[in-house]
């Protein structure tokens, strides 16, 4: 029987804004990269560093909760300048958090 994926949960935030401030250059860079630089790019990247910064500041530690806030508050942003939808932003958020943790993203190691 296989076993579950244990939860990753994030140290607690000592400094929100500034977590906010990496994740939103962070995020930036790995927009442009992924297809051509866009100006919805930063607006993307903004709003997605807003809904981050508001849960760490809540009190939200748990990688889980904090994808799932980001995909049910990204579901009302107008997505159509952009080659990005609200899952594919969640989930480069969770990736750049664990490469943040040192832990690779790749095949569920």
Known sequence: ???????????????????????????????????LPEAINKIIAQRAAQIFVRQRMEGENDLGSLVIAIVTEMQSFDFSKSFYGEFAIANAVSDLLLESLGIDHCCGQ
Do not use: A, K, V, Y
């Open 1 to 35: 029987m296989t076993e579950p994926i244990p939860p990753i949960t994030l140290p607690p935030s000592e400094n929100p804004q500034l977590e906010g401030q990496w994740l939103q250059q962070c995020l930036l860079l790995w927009l442009d990269r992924e297809f």
